[in-house]
């Protein structure tokens, strides 16, 4: 039988996995693009809520900080940080979420090690994606220039992203079993 994404205990389960994405936001080293544990929480997220209710989890975190309620890095909130300098990566979180998801789908039924690998790659990739959206945002929005962008915007974060998704990795694999409860 296939369960309603809008279980009560998905809708749990996506407050709680919102909640983490806002916390993590909040742990912030500030900058022209802040480094937060934010994406850290976006590939938790996505790979244990896979893409459906991940993406709805990324849905409310964004509807949250528009309407005000300081969920994003800084504590700040409202539209503005949305149509700001930064708001493609939060808006690229759903596009993260869904390679993710996709890549989850894609290990499901397979070997430890295959999944492992999947998973990986997913979550590289949905970074790169987040990343592109999120670069190409900043410099429309503050015209600036790909070289300047892409020192300011990716290049920082490289290896910082690479330790998340492997920590991600590690507490999705070990997390994954206690959630097929709510699966």
Known sequence: MNKKVLSTQNMALIAIFTALIAVCS??????QV???LQTFAVFVTAGLLGYKRGIISIVVYIILGMI???VFSGMKAGVAVIVGPTGGYIVGFILTVLIIGMGMKLAENKSKS???VITFVSMLLGDVAC???GTLWFMYITKSGLVFSLLNCVV????PDIVKIAVALIVVDRMKKYLKVFN
């Open 114 to 116: 295959v999944k492992l």
């Open 131 to 133: 990343f592109l959206i």
């Open 34 to 36: 802040p480094f937060t």
């Open 156 to 159: 920082p974060f490289i290896i």
């Open 26 to 31: 909040w742990i912030s080293i500030p900058g």
């Open 68 to 70: 005000g309620i300081p």
